[in-house]
């Protein structure tokens, strides 16, 4: 008997009780759609990540602080020696309050130099940015953002407005253009002062970071290397900084998020498991049900193996189709996450292909008992079962 | 030839029972056995064992010379398929599928290909006058139609023997004597019937009669008149006409006329 013939009796076996197949297939849709839709919101955090680490400025090297610190001179020194850093800013930052009239606002307080906007790739929207007077005499100015103006002004025009940061007095220069971006690498709620000030200001002497920004992007991993000589150079041959490329930046992410999403499709995967568990419990139902039918095809000349695969496909069948409407439902569910929520969802092929493989594979595995029990039937047995 | 020597079926564990005890039989080629007994006697062991469908427990069953008990299972299900035609008392049709289905199930499993398949089976179907109901299920078919559905079935595959286990047990006397006109039509074909029955009257269209009583056989006899199936269902047919069909009887009376061409009258 060919695969066929054995595949039309599944068939039969399956249309024969439609209702019990289809809420059997049910915990392998779940499974499957739970699979698609929780690695696709997975997915669409890595795509949105990534896409705002690129905007966060192409050809960006950032300088960690691990246990020195920088002052604004080293900042100066870095765009100096290397020759393949176009401009390094410093950047301290702290969270704090910005107070207008009587209207306070929590904000985000960061101490920048003049290249910072070019650097981290900002827009302004009116007026202008910290200049290098603005740091060279430690002016009391403030760049905003949108967020802050709204917030803060509700429509009125901010410029040359004073504000109160931190305790002291800040005249506003410029309007920044918001970034979009919720996993806090673009603040929305932001404030800009000159590095100087800031210093002052906050009470902080010291700076953790610097960024850089390349001349030409190939020449990321060299430049990583010779900051890195630098400062090793200059803290006795101790590793005291953490110097990052964002090409770098984006692996590191992209590989956390990797895992994550594997932890994800992991527990989805049990769901698929139970639903294999309820098919074989189908089958096992059906095998006995059909006694006497297994015991007349044997006895009209179906050898151990046409009976085996007669049920082997049926649970496969039951899985597969489970499977497919998982698919599909998995992706409606994305889709409508994506629309009815901020998170962004992408469904990806992999996903798609790796667990219908995985519904697939659930239903051999768990139909291979139940079909084995019936090939092993004695046919007179299933004859005179009642 | 069927060959039982020595055949004992022991099911059970602790208090065993003995369902043949050292059964001897031999069936002739061409023969129409009937197995008699009552509920117990073991007719439907024998029956079982002849059919393949099980081992015995001791003693040897040869086929044709070949030992049957040392078959595997797969070669067992091979000589079902080939050589054994079953007929069983609840007709055994699976339900949702048609008759042609049904009919064409032996040879699917035998491996025939698609078209010859739905060839022979709607030959069959013709053979037992239901040619018209190809595509009926069972349950759209009466009891007589549905039996005749499962003889077609059982001689699809050109067995060399029919096991018929109370073919008419659920069938009303008309219904039950057009199964017995087939089954002596086969004979005549030189198809080898064995029927297992209770029934005297049905066991008395065989040519030989075994009785069974506690796994023993009790007596084994040759049946010099056996009762014409044929002329039993044209007296039949005019006692109770349905239909027009009738007509075809010739108006002469019936008990002893001999039947025209089908059954196995000449043999005897």
Not at chain 1, 204 to 233: C, K, N, P
Not at chain 2, 5 to 31: E, Q, S
């Amino acid at each position: 008997m060919n695969i066929l013939e054995a595949a039309r009796s599944a068939f039969d076996g399956i249309a024969a009780n439609k209702m019990r197949a289809v809420l059997t297939t049910l915990g392998v849709i779940i499974g499957v759609a739970a699979v698609i839709s929780l690695v696709s919101i997975s997915e669409g955090s890595i795509r949105q990540i990534t896409a705002q680490i690129e905007e966060m400025g192409t050809d960006l090297i950032t300088i960690h602080s691990g246990g020195m610190t920088f002052t604004v001179e080293d900042a100066a020194e870095l765009e100096r020696r290397v020759p393949t850093l176009k401009a390094v800013v410093p950047h301290l930052e702290t969270s704090s309050t910005i107070k207008w009239g009587l209207t306070n606002y929590h904000t985000q307080i960061a101490g920048v130099g003049p290249a910072y906007l070019e650097v981290r790739n900002y827009k302004l929207s009116w007026g202008r940015f910290i200049s290098e007077t603005d740091v060279q005499f430690n002016r009391p100015v403030a760049v905003i953002s949108e967020t802050v103006v709204q917030e803060l002004f509700r429509g009125r025009d901010p410029l040359g407005e004073t504000v109160t940061l931190h305790g002291q007095q800040f005249t506003v220069v410029g309007v920044l253009e918001d970034k979009g971006g919720m996993f806090g690498y673009y603040p929305r709620n932001l404030a800009m002062i000159p590095i100087t000030t800031a210093q002052r200001v906050l009470r902080m002497g010291w700076i953790h970071m610097l960024y850089g920004q390349l001349t030409d992007r190939e020449a990321s991993a060299q430049t990583v290397q010779h900051i890195q000589a630098i400062f090793s150079h200059r803290s006795g041959g101790r590793e005291m900084v953490y110097v990052e490329s964002q090409e770098e930046m984006l692996k590191r992410i992209a590989e956390a998020h990797r895992t994550g999403t594997l932890m994800l499709a992991a527990i989805a995967s049990i769901a698929l498991l139970v639903g294999g568990i309820g098919i074989m419990n189908i089958m096992l139902v059906s095998v006995t049900e059909r006694t006497r039918e297994i015991g007349l095809r044997k006895a009209l000349g179906a050898k151990r193996r046409s009976i085996l695969g007669q049920f082997l496909i049926e649970a496969v069948l039951i899985s597969m189709a489970g499977g497919a409407l998982g698919v599909w439902a998995g992706y409606g569910v994305s889709r409508l996450i994506s629309k009815f929520s901020e998170l962004q969802t992408a469904v990806s092929v992999s996903s798609v292909i790796l667990s219908f493989s995985f519904a697939a594979a659930v239903g051999i595995i768990f139909g291979v008992y139940p079909a084995i029990k019936a090939a092993r039937l004695a046919p007179i047995a299933a004859l005179r079962y009642e | 030839m069927m060959a039982l020597a020595g055949v004992t079926k022991t099911y059970g564990g602790t208090r065993p029972v003995h369902a043949l005890r050292r059964v001897d039989l031999d069936i002739a080629d061409g023969d129409y056995v009937a197995i008699m007994g009552p509920s117990g006697s073991g007719k439907s062991t024998m029956m079982n064992i002849l059919g393949c469908l099980d081992r015995p427990s001791s003693g040897s069953y040869q086929i044709d010379g070949q030992e049957v008990a040392k078959l595997s299972d797969d070669r067992l299900a091979t000589l079902r398929n080939r050589a054994v035609g079953f007929v069983f008392q609840t007709f055994m049709l699976l339900p949702r599928q048609s008759a042609l289905r049904n009919v064409e199930l032996p040879l699917v499993y035998g491996g025939v290909a698609a078209r010859e398949r739905r060839l022979r089976a709607l030959a069959m179907l013709e053979e037992v006058g239901l040619a018209d109901r190809g595509a009926h299920r069972p349950n759209q078919l009466s009891g007589g139609q549905q039996q005749r559905v499962a003889i077609a079935r059982a001689l699809v595959t050109r067995p060399r023997f029919v096991l018929a286990d109370e073919p008419t047990g659920n069938l009303d006397s008309r219904s039950g004597q057009e199964i017995m006109t087939i089954l002596e039509r086969l004979n005549g074909e030189g198809i080898t019937v064995v029927l297992v029955t209770h029934d005297d009257r049905i066991a008395r269209h065989a040519r030989r009669i075994v009785r069974l009583l506690d796994g023993v056989v009790l007596s084994d006899v040759r049946n010099e008149q056996p009762l014409d199936a044929q002329a039993e269902l044209e007296r039949i047919r005019q006692e109770a006409p349905v239909g027009a069909n009738n007509g075809d009887n010739h108006g002469s009376s019936s008990g002893a006329a001999m039947p025209h061409g089908l059954t196995g009258g000449d043999d005897r």
